[in-house]
T-cell receptor
Framework: SQELEQSPQSLIVQEGKNLTINCTSSKTLYGLYWYKQKYGEGLIFLMMLQKGGEEKSHEKITAKLDEKKQQSSLHITASQPSHAGIYLC???????????????FGQGTILTVHP | DAEITQSPRHKITETGRQVTLACHQTWNHNNMFWYRQDLGHGLRLIHYSYGVQDTNKGEVSDGYSVSRSNTEDLPLTLESAASSQTSVYFCASARGADTEAFFGQGTRLTVV
């Protein structure tokens, strides 16, 4: 079965600093999803990556999938307190997206941003 | 706006009781999922369904069941609640292949 490992497990930064969260898979990634979760709330979809080398950005958040499709990174530029929360990567375990939304998740990275 | 709602948001129940958690989505998605979230384990899949009358076991299905009688709802039943089932439960739905899953707000269940 596929396993996802996120690093770091937790991160504390000062507002305005850049940061990176990594997600490493034990197998080739065919679909990689990034979600954000605020404490006590559900998961909010951020981005989906499918192709090796693919990079997507939304506001100050950029996600990349490496060429070998076994690692993804989430980079936040000029962090703000609103970025605080738990970031989770989720992977589609089968090629071609045939799991139809069923995902394996990493353990999550807890981000704290101090004003 | 289309949405996915879970109820109740919080529940305390006693060991041995049967408990049902509701999940309702208005996107008309065929695919629905139940996950549990625990510290140190992340999100783990309990059961999932790809359409009416279709149900499948996930990674941690023991002690849980689901039924899918219509497109909108996928209730999760704990047959005989155990303390190990104290957790936060999330329902999700997805349109199909290569699409993101939308998550509900979660149900925090405590079994005492």
């Amino acid at each position: 079965s596929q396993e996802l490992e996120q690093s770091p497990q937790s991160l504390i930064v000062q507002e305005g600093k850049n940061l990176t969260i990594n997600c490493t898979s034990s197998k080739t990634l065919y679909g990689l999803y990034w979600y954000k979760q605020k404490y006590g709330e559900g998961l909010i979809f951020l981005m989906m990556l499918q192709k090796g080398g693919e990079e997507k950005s939304h506001e100050k958040i950029t996600a990349k999938l490496d060429e070998k499709k076994q690692q993804s990174s989430l980079h936040i530029t000029a962090s703000q307190p609103s970025h605080a929360g738990i970031y989770l990567c989720g992977a589609d375990p089968w090629a071609g997206g045939t799991s139809y939304g069923k995902l394996t998740f990493g353990q999550g990275t807890i981000l704290t941003v101090h004003p | 706006d289309a949405e996915i709602t879970q109820s109740p948001r919080h529940k305390i129940t006693e060991t041995g009781r049967q408990v049902t958690l509701a999940c309702h989505q208005t996107w008309n998605h065929n695919n629905m999922f139940w996950y549990r979230q625990d510290l140190g384990h992340g999100l783990r899949l309990i059961h999932y369904s790809y359409g009416v009358q279709d149900t499948n076991k996930g990674e941690v299905s023991d002690g849980y069941s689901v039924s899918r009688s219509n497109t909108e709802d996928l209730p999760l039943t704990l047959e005989s609640a155990a303390s190990s089932q104290t957790s936060v439960y999330f329902c999700a739905s997805a349109r199909g292949a290569d699409t993101e899953a939308f998550f509900g707000q979660g149900t925090r269940l405590t079994v005492v």
